[in-house]
């Protein structure tokens, strides 16, 4: 999401508030499921902050905070108001998107359709297949750890066990 330039010397004023949370609602339907991190580096690059303090950081959890979100697998992810959050199944490719920036349950929503396909599969295929699945060229060590987080969310939630041939829908 590329959001109109901003006029950083108007970041502060509390008639701003209403434009920030505009921001934020924008990259929130055109990204989400979004994390917060995302939705905060979309409005600092809009106000052409290079560094941030913990007033800007601040300022803009606070106005995040008032907007409709869900907790899932420790994070904080917003919906678009079109998508619900029990019945999305979806998973995006990576595209743009840093392997941690993509929320826990889109690497659960992932690993499910790969096991709808695959049945059963070791952990290490799953992982792989679910890499590719999101376009990931390598699958790093850090990319391993995110995408296991989205099998342990399966798992916690009692969607997978794990078996002696491997992971497998419940």
Known sequence: TVL????????FEPSENTHLVQMMQQVIVEEGPVIDRIIIKRVIDAY?????GNRIQLRLAQLLSTLP??????Q???WPVHLNP???CDYREMGERDVADIPVIEMAQCAKQMLMQLVVAEEEALIKTMGNSFGMGR?????????????????????IEH????WKLI
């Open 4 to 11: 109109k330039a901003a006029d950083p010397d108007r970041f």
């Open 48 to 52: 052409g902050f290079k560094r941030t």
């Open 69 to 74: 979100n869900q907790e899932s697998a420790s």
């Open 76 to 78: 904080t992810v917003y």
């Open 86 to 88: 029990e019945t999305w």
């Open 139 to 159: 699958v790093t060590r850090q990319s391993q750890d995110k995408l296991r987080a989205g099998v342990d969310l399966l798992q916690a939630i009692g969607q």
């Open 163 to 166: 078996t002696a041939s491997g």
